[in-house]
């Protein structure tokens, strides 16, 4: 066994694996997603990592999880590996001002994202001199989560920025995980399973069993009246054009997804609310909660059932409330409560813990409800031997209370001490948590996504051979999330090598493109898109004060560049004409890129209002619109545009440009705009009142400050402009 010998890591600690290895050196200068399955030390490879960053940009390095356990397990992993003493944890129980000096005096921190991103947000934390920021669960850099505003701060303003994505899996949908890829400005993968040649001898074998119970007779006709409900409530959906078909096989994620949408468009219909979105919101909420209780009966039983609709009673929605009052789910609650029979998982469940419990040490039975967990402990606790509790989140429900992150911790004590030999968990113990390797773990029900199915699969096989169960319900849903989740995971790997293979074609297009010295591009120093990081490792880049446009190319060509909600909240606020005037007056061709490819689906602004200030921009400003997907599409286009500008050779490029063709008012107005802090409005200001250009140049301070928009300061500066002689 051999261990890596190196100063700043401990002697002994951590053996050397050419995998890591090969990751570590592939990782250094790219920003990039490591995805590897559970127990092969992610971790460790961020700490080696971490060591290559300090030693050769010195700057700190963050460690970002998504809750305190987790943050605090890194914590312990990298003292207990690296010889570095500046090393610190916290979360939000930390007062910022501790924070502060904090940042000034550590090396490595560990924090929960929402920390970070206050701090950034309260600039108590400056990202400049920032090496390394390391996300781990990096599926979650989605949507408005913390992960994608800390990375974006971060680009903007690291001196040597690198990102490092760590997670078990990003999901195994394309769009989420391009919108992964994105929002960590990824340019390298890294993705090994458990077949992957160079990981093969550190993976423990996990022996995976799918046991079938079947779905009790007496459940059915409850089933058939529930089933009857749905299919109404889809019907209304589908013939008022919300839904393609009235299928019973639509998934609650769809069902879920139809909301959001249903409300967005009743949002953009500006007080016009028509009836049909008040019918399309009852039917779908009522769907979700019906499509919910059949994924109850089919997977749980009986009782979880019924307590469910206990449950549904006390809400005040409109949908329960109808729900509660239908005469086909009386029919099926007075039903289901003439029925004793449990559910067979309960049963083949004890069969299996009664038999395995002989020769495991520990087992975690994951279990989707809290509900069903509470009756399998209680059931497991009447079995010889066994030892079991249930374990669960922080949040409290209607009379069930969560568990503190310290009741958590003593729990897992006791279960890593054998006090309790069963672990009965819902969801928290998939991620997030220091829970310790066990010999078996058990789903009580399958689950359709790939990303859990993976984490729960994870808890086993770390240091020696394991086993997972997995019971499911025949010919019901618990059959189909089955087939479900091993297809997504499936999909996951090959979209993450055609990714991968994506960024190699990017990585070796960009080694051809050396850097043209003939090339200039001026950039607003205001301007801190990652297209400025992009540009200037493919030309010369000169950041100055811009009156006007964020980039410009040559004396013809100026650019205005807006993300699409920059776009869109400059069009709310009124700004963006200004904007545009200001390039369409001074350069013959004007351009506004507008980057992003939702446009239409962010902010409430109709469609209709954004196509007319776009053809306003075209046809009433004369500026050419290009339409890119990303920053670095952009750049291509901002390099290709410069290059054809600027062919003839390397030659200076004028902060403002010229229009070949203006009349006497506009270059009268053109030159007095060139004055600092002169906007044109202020220009016409000053030829109105002055007559002329040269009565302007001529005019002293006193007269200057008597014009509206011009102080002591603004006639200083414009009076040393005029004056003083040209270096």
Known sequence: MEFIDHPLIKKNKVMARLYQEAIVDSCREKNSLIVLPTGLGKTIIAALLTVYRLQKYEGEVIFLAPTKPLVMQHFQTFCDVLNIEDMEFFTGTVAPSKRKELYKNKKIIFATPQVIENDIISQRLDLENVSMIIFDEAHRAVGDYAYVFIAKKYMEKGKNPLIIGLTASP??????????????????????????????????????????????EEYKKIREYLEKYLENKLKILYNIGFLRSASLGIS???LLNLGTKIRKEMNQSYGNMEKKYFIGIMAQSAAVKIHHALELLETQGIIPFLDYFERLKHQKTKSAREIINSELIKKALNLARTIEVRHPKYEKLKEIIEKEIKKCRNIIVFSQYRDSAQKIVNLLNNIEGVRAIRFVGQSSKIRDKGLSQKKQKEILDKFRNQEYNVLVATSIAEEGLDIPSVDLVIFFEPVPSEIRTIQRRGRTGRRSAGKVIVLFTGKTRDEAYFWVSKAKEKKMHKILLQMKNQLKKKENIEKQTKIDDFIKIIVDHREKSPVVKFLSSRCLVEQKDLPVGDYILSERVCVERKSSEDFLRSLMERKIFQQIKGISESYEIPILIIEGEDLYSQHDISPNSILSAIISIILDFNVHVIFTKDSYETMLIL??????????????????GSKKIMDIRENQRYIIEGLPHVSATLAERLLKHFGSVKNVFTAPKEELMKIKGIGEKTADEIIKVIEEKFE
């Open 171 to 216: 999901g195994s949908e394309k769009e989420k995980i391009k919108e992964v890829l994105e929002n960590l400005f990824i340019e390298n993968i890294e993705v090994r399973t458990e077949s992957s040649p160079d990981i093969k001898r550190y993976i423990q074998d996990v022996d995976i069993e799918w046991i079938e119970v079947g779905f009790p």
């Open 252 to 254: 609650k994620k769809d």
């Open 639 to 656: 390099l290709d545009i410069a290059k054809r500008e600027q062919q003839k050779g390397k030659r200076e490029i004028p902060i403002r």
